[in-house]
């Protein structure tokens, strides 16, 4: 937080913020997010949260408010694609209490898409009203696979150090040795399995991001593990 704080010059016009974070799993405790929110306010900042993964808190107990429930000039990001499985409705949204800014994003949308898919719009609005359904079902997924996912690593402590996620469906995975980008690329020409190595996220070459939001995370790891025994 102080270095956030440190990093706000004259002309900073807002903080931008991901929790659940995509790629690596962290999510802010309630505290760091007060921290910022209060960073946010003495500075007169827009805070612009991107909470497409919430709902899926690992522990339910770390469910965070939305930011624009918690701050007056708090920008709040969702959509349906990441916590609620609906990616084909192709739906998401922007919450704010300042109706001049949600005017103008509304403006802004009259020249990229004008409206969205009546039948998605609807089918976003039915899944809303069951979202404990909906969340249960993508909670329980993440949960299994990640327990398939702390074995799968504890026994390749070799070759990866596992940084066990928060939340979310994503993780960043550490290479011990050799090229991220490399290693993802072989993974994807010969095993078929995907990876995006952190040269994507310009953050070095060292680590890669696995997503575990699928049914099929068993018969992953299995091609996977295949690949491994293969590149020895």
């Excluded at 996620?165 to 995975?173: D, E, L, N, W």
């Amino acid at each position: 937080m102080e270095e956030l704080q440190a990093l706000v010059r004259p002309a900073t016009k807002a903080i931008v913020i991901n929790s659940p974070h995509n790629p690596t799993g962290y999510n802010f405790s309630r505290d760091e997010l007060d921290a910022i929110v209060t960073i946010a306010g003495e500075h007169g900042l827009w805070l612009f949260s991107d909470e497409v993964y919430r709902g899926l808190e690992h522990d339910p107990a770390d469910l965070l408010p939305a930011v624009a429930d918690r701050y007056d000039r708090g920008i709040s990001l969702g959509v349906m694609s990441k916590a609620f499985g609906l990616a084909g409705l192709r739906i998401g949204w922007v919450a704010a209490h300042d109706r001049d800014l949600m005017a103008r994003i509304a403006a802004f949308k009259d020249y990229t898409t004008i409206c969205n898919s009546a039948p998605s719009e609807f089918l976003a609005a039915v899944a809303l009203e069951h979202r404990d359904l909906l969340l249960a079902r993508s909670g329980a997924i993440v949960r299994d696979n990640l327990a398939i996912l702390d074995a799968f690593f504890h026994n390749h402590a070799n070759l990866f150090v596992w940084n066990r996620p928060r939340a979310g469906s994503t993780v960043f995975v550490r290479l011990c040795r050799g090229s991220a980008e490399a290693f993802s690329r072989e993974a994807i020409e010969i095993a078929g399995v995907l990876l995006l190595p952190s040269t994507v996220y310009e953050f070095g070459d060292a680590h890669f991001r696995v997503g575990y939001g699928r049914t099929d995370m068993s018969s992953s790891l299995e091609r996977f593990e295949a690949f491994l025994q293969q590149r020895d």
